[in-house]
């Protein structure tokens, strides 16, 4: 408990000590140094709380309205808390590395405040225990991200996504302020109420004046919009690519999870509808597949890397439906193994994404490159980057022995588990899940296998490409630790489960001994792959053993002939994707131009790829709509102070005639 | 005690009347200054003691309230050269009618309305919701920052008989809380009048929608 007190406090005073010295590397040693400092106090409880239950409260000593003002940890918590913090602290750590290029062109101090403002909101998301303190956190999440987006504020483009950001955020928000400011209002719901209003909320709750419905789609639609719902989450593939890369990791691999965690919260303490189940599934499912489509679209990396986040987004809500299918309609099993994969999701997925944005924004760093189509033969100058890269698009990609491998393994069991039980209502669901997971885990391959390839293998494509140079190790050393931690998820997978499952105990009782028989699975495919990559790594450093001292030469492949080879006869990433995006082109509105070669001695052909996102244009023209519709609003501004004051008065006399009626 | 009471509420009301049939500012300062003072006599007679606090009250408002408000509000009455209010929103006759609307209204919201506590006079709810309806109705109407300013003041009032009467247990805090407000407002906008003045070469309050956005 003083921990988390301490980790708070560390943020915050950390957040101001960043404001003061004059000094650019005071200022963010300072800075980053606070954030690891905080994110290993907090890791403390944390950790504890994984363990084991934890029962105590930190209440802070003046309560805000409508609740005690307490934090907690609980499982949940524990399990969101754990990787949020590890996370945030090699976000600091290769931040400061990152930020040292902008020395003398911008202060250091306003980022490094937001950084640790950030990290106090989320670990304040994730252990709140009333609405306010919750609201409180999340609005506070909001805004410093906010400020981290638009840190690069020179560039157009940034400020536009800035914008989008803000205005999505807050629309989500805007229901999160109902939900939290219902009678009956409590965090997570059904627990931990104030004992004055008590009674009169679970009066109002008990006579449904607030059904558990409403305050179902409000979560769904304010937590939705954080964690990248489909129509909701059109934010995300702006907002991320425009924050420095550090920032962009916390955003993808942390801030994406505090809207899951909202959601699995709301369905663990209600009683699930079965419609809530489908609407996830389906959303979820659709979220998922639109993701993954839209990075098969993209031309820069970081902008692949945020849809990618989006179709991870979807493969977890995809989990929580199946949850929330299996406790509806009474198959505990499939609500823990839903839940359960889900939460393993989060943990895997958090890793892989935050190393995929250190590494774009290494690679970012080396070339000054963001187009993947100008990179190429990054890896022999890069030779961290790549390797780390390859780690972690393995991961993504829900390949052995990396953790999404599991998370994706569990989730598919619980999807098969589904279709097998005699439970009628839950076969259908189980079947969309298995083949949005299937389908979204081959073109995940694809993508990442484009990206990898055009970006890191091959010649160098331009200058900017050429001459890349290996990051400062200040980067480098988190990237390397979270390589290292990939496969080591991977291996501790069944711990892992056993943990989610564990936290999933208080709410689905039996929880971890429905679990078992899949825990006890994935222990057996940790130990097959693990031993085949044992195996592997042997004969790779005895094939090193047998070539030492002999002479290896290396030179070009076979050139087919080719007078002349350039590098621009090697696939881009646009083309390589162009089949596949091409399938998929209604969701993700790319429009590619082909010109196709005519006659027996074409001139001229080519393939042009531009992307559009349809939903955010959907939603730009939604908004204009609006606002011209409102311009008749117009006129009750009018701009003198006599006319404002009538309408106040009479408000206020309308109120009062009502009232006394 | 009590007929006392209604006599200086019945004052309050035909003060108001006053103060929405004239057009000339100073009457109106002067209106707003026996309002004042009158109102500083509630407390002292609302419970019929004569505590040192009571006394300190009473005192302080009529100080106030009587003198130091229209002494500053005269000066920038000076100061703007505005002798009178010409071509209100609403004109006098109207005012005056809408007068008897509101003293109706606030007679009806009175009558449905608790009384708080024993010992406080039947008018005293219409009475205050009848000056705080007028004050309202001033500030919307009126074109002049100072008449604003003064119907403030009524609107004030009109909130200050409700506690100087009916809230027998805070009144203290109610009332400093009360007289610090009107006092801010007035230092404020007296600042405020002053400056628009030197600015635009006039206090018109309408003419003022040009700042807008």
Redesign the interface.
Known sequence: MIFLAAALATFLLGALAALLPRSYRAASAIGSGATVLGCLLGLIPAAQGLIAPQDWKLTLAWPPPWGLGSLAIDGISALFLTPALVLIALGAVYGRGYLAAAEGRKKAGPPWFFYNILAAAITGVFTARDPFLLLLSWETMALSSYFLVCMEDGDGAVRRAGRIYLVASHLGAACLLVLCLLPGAAWPPGEGLAPGLAANMAASLASGVVPAGVLFVLALIGFGSKAGLAPLGVWLPEAHPAAPSHVSAVLSGVMIKTGVYGILRILLALNPAPWWGWTLVLLGGGTAVLGVAGALAQGELKRLLAWSSMENAGLMLLGLGLGALGRASGAPLVAALGFGAALVHMVNHGVFKSLLFFCAGSVLHGTGERRMDQLGGVLGRMPVTGATFLVAALGICGLPPMGGFASELVLGLCAVKGLLLPVQSLDIPSLATLGALVLCAGMAAAVFVGAFGTVFLGAPRSDAASHAHESPPAMRGPMIALAVLAPLLGLGAPLLLEAALRALEPAIPGAQALGAPTVAALATAAWVFGLLFALLAGLFVLRRALLRGRDVRTGPTWDCGYAAPTARIQYTYSSFAQPLADMFHVLTGSTGTTTRPRGLFPARTGYAAETQDRILQGFLALFTFINAKLEAMHRL???????Y??YI?ATL?GL??WG?? | MLSLVELILVGLVLTNLVLLGTSRIGLCIRMVAFQGVGLALLPLLGHGEFTPTALFISGATALLKGWIFPLLLFRSLESAHVRAEVEPYVGYSNSLLFGVAALAISVWLGSRMPLPGSGVPQLLTPVAFFTILVGLFGIVTRRKAVSQVVNYLVLENGIFAFGAVALHKAQFLVEMGILLDVFVAVFVMGIAIFRINREFDHIDADRLALLKE
């Open positions: 501004q009018q701009g003198q102070v006599h006319v004051v009538l008065a006399v009062l005639a006394l009626w």
